[in-house]
């Protein structure tokens, strides 16, 4: 399960140019198909602002996706600190709408995404809290489909850095550009 607050920002085409500001928050929880696999179900909240107008109350966002590890290979001997070079797919579908001023905009989106993640494992040195740190950052692409507007851009790249506190406990920064830099958080506890 995972908690995720993020802000992103997308010059659209409604009518003449316009800029749009998602606000959401949303709970990711998944199932291990595979060891290698994760389906997962999102829901949330999603808000909006566009050309500085914020939506009239804030809406519900639902979706699904699949987390693929594709490579986990050790970089190093086995030791005090290991490294670990990791490359994920995610594939995710959302969907979710808002009215902002009286007019309502609902919207689709799909993205994907591939990262190369170095991890580093701590594990077993009593000097250092976390059990590993993952850096990672790789291409993206965003599909985001409306009978009201359209993204002016669908490749970006997404970054960020994972702490793993715990082997149950993860904390996440990340950022993601498109049209422009977008910021998230997000706290994953599995069970």
Avoid at 70 to 89: F, I, K, Q, S, T
Avoid at 155 to 184: H, N, P, Q, W
């Amino acid at each position: 399960m995972e908690g995720k607050i993020g802000e992103r920002e997308l010059d659209l085409e409604l009518g003449p140019t316009a800029d749009l500001e998602f606000f959401k928050g949303l709970v990711f929880v998944g199932y291990d198909v595979l060891p290698w696999a994760t389906f997962y179900g999102t829901i949330g909240l999603s808000d909006i602002e566009l050309d500085g107008v914020e939506a009239d109350e804030a809406n519900s966002e639902y979706g699904f996706g699949l987390h693929l590890n594709l490579l986990d290979h050790e970089l190093m001997e086995p030791g005090l600190m290991e490294d670990r070079l990791r490359v994920n797919a995610d594939l995710r579908y959302a969907s979710s709408e808002a009215t902002v001023m009286g007019r309502t905009f609902d919207w689709e989106e799909t993205t994907a995404e591939l990262t190369v993640s170095l991890v580093n494992d701590l594990t077993g040195n009593k000097l250092f809290w976390p059990q590993s740190i993952a850096l990672y950052a790789g291409p993206a692409y965003s599909n985001l489909e409306s009978d009201d507007f359209e993204a002016e851009e669908t490749f970006g790249f997404v970054g960020g850095i994972e702490i793993f506190a715990t082997k149950r406990l993860t904390l996440g920064l990340g950022a993601e550009m498109y049209d422009s830099a977008a910021f998230s958080s997000s706290l994953s506890l599995r069970f």
